[in-house]
């Protein structure tokens, strides 16, 4: 796997690639199905309107809930979402985190890009530290099928 840092919309950024041994149409469902998104996700699903404008919230199960909008779907190639910083789940673009997944056919799988914009670019060694692992589980829970 490889991390970077970038710039996604002009704030700084994290990606990730990540060569997986599975078609396109398994790691999708790995990606946008809730209870297979809860699997390796930091957070779990509680709702999810796949389509653009359609709400997601996860729950941490401790009393953190998080609430977002998904800003891209185009299955099975990208899925985007902003997680809102405010406790109503208003959008605010700029303290918001942004999740942007996409998925490209290759030989024996697929590639996986992953891009975090964090809200906060001073918390980009723990999230990417977080992702590292929260990939590493998606990796388990594909291979366990």
Do not use: K, N
């Not at 490889?2 to 700084?12: K, L, M, V």
């Amino acid at each position: 796997m490889s991390t970077t840092t970038t710039t996604f919309a002009g704030r700084p950024a994290l990606r990730f690639e990540r060569h997986l041994a599975h078609p396109v149409p398994t790691v999708w469902r790995a990606v946008t199905e809730p209870d297979r998104l809860s699997g390796w996700y930091p957070l779990r699903v509680t709702a999810f309107e796949p389509r653009v404008g359609g709400r997601i919230v996860f729950d941490d199960g401790e009393g953190t809930v998080l609430r977002g909008t998904v800003t891209d779907w185009d299955p099975p190639r990208l899925f985007a979402f902003d997680e809102h910083a405010d406790p109503a789940g208003r959008p605010a673009p700029e303290r918001d985190d942004h999740l942007r997944i996409e998925l490209t056919d290759e030989p024996g799988g697929c590639l996986l890009v992953l891009v975090h914009v964090p809200a906060d670019p001073a918390t980009a060694e723990g999230a990417s530290r977080g992702w590292q692992a929260c990939l590493a589980q998606l990796v388990t829970e594909l291979a366990a099928g």
